[in-house]
């Protein structure tokens, strides 16, 4: 089945820093790269998602890009901001008949230190 | 409007009891997720289900786990036999299709704890 693998594990930068997290997946045919945040406490959060066809996104502070080439795909953060700190989880999602159902990096702790 | 909600927040058992843990969608969303969350760790797939089709149950770790859902709406999580290694925070999702490439709303999570 499809494995993703997370690194770092944690991550501290100061404020203002970029923060970057990179994944990597291992099955060719996924073709859907979410990634969610989580706060303390809180379900996971949906905070930006790719897909295959294209090799970047952007949404104000935040960008992910995906190499299908090499499968992995990554987090950028500009500008981190305290209320960055939390734990980023990437994910892929295999194309299969029916369902949704995505695989889970194992995470990276974010701390944004003042 | 109304998120996904889980109950209880936290749930302590003995070793050997078993467990019920409840999931309440968003009104509407056709798709529901149960994952679990070991401390430290990503988020393990358990069961999907989608509308009347039936379920995925390929990330059930064992027959001591089950899950049901009534049409589109609440569903609950079994744990028979609980053992020290179910300890783990259990998350439930919903969304609205369930088809490619929509976001998973995710409830705030049971924590179990089995001593």
């Known amino acids: 089945g499809e494995n993703v693998e997370q690194h770092p594990s944690t991550l501290s930068v100061q404020e203002g820093d970029s923060a970057v997290i990179k994944c990597t997946y291992s099955d060719s045919a996924s073709n859907y790269f979410p990634w969610y945040k989580q706060e303390l406490g809180k379900g996971p959060q949906l905070i930006i998602d790719i897909r295959s066809n294209v090799g970047e996104k952007k949404d104000q502070r935040i960008a992910v890009t995906l190499n299908k080439t090499a499968k992995h795909f990554s987090l950028h953060i500009t500008e981190t901001q305290p209320e960055d700190s939390a734990v980023y989880f990437c994910?892929?999602?295999?194309?299969?008949?029916?369902?949704?159902?995505?695989?889970f990096g194992t995470g990276t702790q974010l701390k944004v230190e003042l | 409007g109304a998120g996904v909600s889980q109950s209880p927040s936290n749930k302590v058992t003995e070793k050997g009891k078993d467990v019920e843990l409840r999931c309440d969608p968003i009104?509407?969303?056709?798709?529901l997720y149960w994952y679990r969350q070991r401390l430290g760790q990503g988020l393990e797939f358990l069961i999907y289900f989608q509308g009347n089709s039936a379920p995925d149950k390929s990330g059930l770790p064992s027959d001591r786990f089950s899950a049901e859902r009534t049409g589109e709406s609440v569903s609950t999580l079994t744990i028979q036999r609980t053992q020290q290694e179910d300890s783990a925070v259990y998350l439930c999702?919903?969304?609205?299709?369930?088809?490619?490439?929509?976001?998973?709303?995710f409830g705030p999570g049971t924590r179990l704890t089995v001593l």
């Open positions: 994910a892929a999602r295999k194309l299969t008949g029916g369902g949704n159902k995505l695989t």
């Open positions: 999702a919903s969304n609205p299709l369930g088809g490619s490439y929509n976001e998973q709303f």
């Open positions: 009104s509407g969303h056709t798709a």
